[in-house]
């Protein structure tokens, strides 16, 4: 037997490393959920003055008979081009959105113990985009493209 594969007594045991990863255990965990976006997505201002963007997605299982919806409440905090894309996406867009979930507990006004799921979204990607009709050019994109045609 290698001595790779040989047993070894009388060693205290060692806590699980954690090879697969290089940064420290979280107590959150990863989710991913395909949906559909409920809103638009819209900025709030949170305690500090950040800017973050919330906005839900719903996603459906189960046959069309005895469908179930389940609600997903998402916080993003992206910026730049990112935070752009995501503001213009339109209710109805179907996401895949990769984020860390955790749960959250406090008493409410009355004492009863209440929960919360919340996502802090990690990475979304869009599926597919609503059908809107035909999209009619502005007159302000009309004369960008001849332009841009007279100048090739």
């Known amino acids: ?9 009388g060693a205290a045991a060692r806590p699980a490393v954690r090879s ?3 940064t ?3 107590g959150v965990a990863r989710v991913q959920i395909i949906g559909n976006l409920a809103d638009t ?9 950040r800017e ?6 719903a996603s459906n299982s189960g046959p069309r008979s005895d469908r179930v919806t389940s609600w997903f409440n998402i916080t993003s905090f992206v910026e730049g081009k990112a935070r752009d894309f995501l503001l213009t996406l339109p209710k109805g867009t179907t996401v895949f959105v990769e984020g860390d979930l955790s749960l959250r507990n406090w008493s ?11 996502i802090l ?17 502005t007159e302000t994109e009309a004369e960008a493209e001849g332009e841009a045609q007279e100048q090739q």
């Open 1 to 9: 037997m290698s001595a790779f594969l040989r047993p070894v007594f």
């Open 20 to 22: 697969f990863s290089s």
């Open 24 to 26: 420290s255990a979280r």
């Open 41 to 49: 997505p819209e900025v709030r201002a949170t305690s500090t003055g």
């Open 52 to 57: 973050m963007i919330k906005y839900a997605v």
């Open 108 to 118: 409410d006004e009355e004492g009863r113990n209440r929960q919360a799921v919340n």
């Open 121 to 137: 979204q990690r990475n979304i990607e869009v599926l597919r985009r609503p059908y809107t009709g035909p999209r009619e050019t």
